[in-house]
């Protein structure tokens, strides 16, 4: 079993910058896939960034990019995301999720991942 803990959302104005932390535990030496996804009120979740944690490819979704980034330290098993020049279209609850190795991954499927945090909110206001 793998644990994560998401932290670092909160309430911030437009174009400001905030950093989620997502902190992993158990059986982390087999996971090979992490992201972020978040997730509006009555919507499905989007994925927005991920990584292959085994390697250094990462991916940004469209919706953010040149704005958000996407890091791992091995040594602190934690997963972060750097989201800079907040819009109100960021306001959403953010999720980090971990999945174990497979051929086939689909990266932006949230189906594909296997744990998931519990979320931490972000509020962007004008």
């Not at 390697?55 to 469209?62: G, H, T, V």
Request: aromatic share 16%; hydrophobic share 35%; proline share 2%.
């Amino acid at each position: 079993q793998v644990q994560l803990v998401e932290s670092g959302g909160g309430s911030v104005q437009a174009g400001r910058s905030l950093r989620l932390s997502c902190a992993s535990s158990g059986s982390t030496d087999r996971v090979y896939y992490m992201g972020w996804f978040r997730q509006y009120p009555g919507k499905e979740r989007e994925g927005i960034a991920m990584a292959f944690i085994k390697s250094e490819l990462k991916f940004r979704a469209d919706s953010v990019s040149g704005r958000f980034f996407i890091s791992y330290d091995n040594a602190k098993n934690t997963l972060y995301l750097q989201m800079n020049d907040l819009k109100l279209e960021d306001t959403a609850m953010y999720y980090c999720a971990a999945a174990l190795y497979n051929p086939h991954f689909s990266k932006w499927n949230p189906t594909e991942y296997q744990y998931w945090g519990r979320g931490t909110q972000v509020t962007v206001s004008s």
